[in-house]
């Protein structure tokens, strides 16, 4: 489902993604840690091209994208339309209501007829536990809700990917777990999904595999088993043994 080969990616003379491998199978949930800096949110942007990369390749679906050569904008619009992106702090627009949020990128970009995506809309937001708040705009929900919003608004345009930047960071612990239970299901329904996220209980439970980053590079891979209970390498067990404090 998604491929990256050698991606490298440079912020003036910082080398933010350092020669990049890495594979998502289709239906598979793939988690990254790692510590503040270590490049994870770059990686997942580079995967939507909301960054662009100075080197290497990335397949998603049937799209492919070589970044030795210049890239038009109509390629990473076209490229665009497999993932969603749900982003830690909601982006959603406040003049909207949650049902014309999640409306938006079906009748803008699809160019679904507004009855349809309506339709398909409100059944979303039904979904993930918002079926009262289809007229609400977003200050008048809590952050669980508006980041729910923000997933349902990824899963309109019936994308196979959804790339999940700390969609939890942001919230007060105590609407974290909503968020995270839509996660779950969508992980049991066979979303493809990769997340950036420093909760460590999701990850365990949820993911199909962990990457471990650190200064640009995937340093361990593995499954949560592997990375979490019987990691071999001494920088994971660090960054494990502070976080978990």
């Given at each position: 489902m998604i491929t990256v080969k050698s991606l490298n990616k440079y912020f003036g003379d910082l080398h933010v993604l350092k020669d990049i491998n890495m594979e998502v199978d289709r239906g598979e949930v793939v988690v990254v840690i790692g510590p503040s800096g270590s490049g994870k949110t770059t990686l997942l942007r580079t995967l939507?091209?909301?960054?662009?990369?100075?080197?290497?390749?990335?397949?998603?679906?049937?799209?492919?994208?070589?970044?030795?050569?210049?890239?038009?904008?109509?390629?990473?619009?076209?490229?665009?339309?497999?993932?969603?992106?749900?982003?830690?702090?909601?982006?959603?627009?406040?003049?909207?209501?949650?049902l014309e949020n999640v409306m938006e990128g079906p009748v803008t970009v699809q160019k679904v007829a507004k009855s349809k995506a309506k339709k398909r809309a409100s059944d979303i937001l039904t979904k993930v536990g918002l079926g009262e708040k289809l007229n609400v705009y977003p200050h008048q929900l809590s952050g669980g809700q508006?980041?729910?919003?923000?997933?349902?608004r990824a899963l309109a345009t019936g994308v196979e990917v959804i790339l999940f930047d700390e969609p939890t960071s942001?919230?007060?612990?105590?609407?974290?777990?909503?968020?995270?239970?839509?996660?779950?299901?969508?992980?049991?329904?066979?979303?493809?999904?990769?997340?950036?996220?420093?909760?460590?209980?999701?990850?365990?439970?949820?993911?199909?595999?962990?990457?471990?980053?650190?200064?640009?590079?995937?340093?361990?891979?593995?499954?949560p088993e592997q990375i979490f209970h019987n990691t071999q390498r001494q920088r994971t067990q660090q960054f494990l043994k502070r976080i978990r404090k």
């Open positions: 939507n091209i909301l960054e662009t990369p100075e080197e290497g390749e990335i397949t998603i679906g049937s799209r492919f994208m070589n970044f030795a050569r210049p890239i038009q904008k109509k390629q990473i619009v076209e490229f665009r339309k497999q993932t969603g992106m749900v982003f830690q702090n909601h982006n959603l627009f406040p003049h909207l209501t949650a508006q980041q729910r919003v923000g997933i349902a942001a919230l007060d612990p105590e609407l974290v777990g909503d968020v995270l239970d839509v996660m779950k299901e969508l992980a049991e329904e066979g979303m493809t999904m990769v997340v950036v996220t420093h909760e460590m209980s999701f990850a365990e439970e949820v993911a199909d595999r962990v990457l471990f980053m650190d200064q640009g590079e995937i340093v361990e891979e593995g499954s």
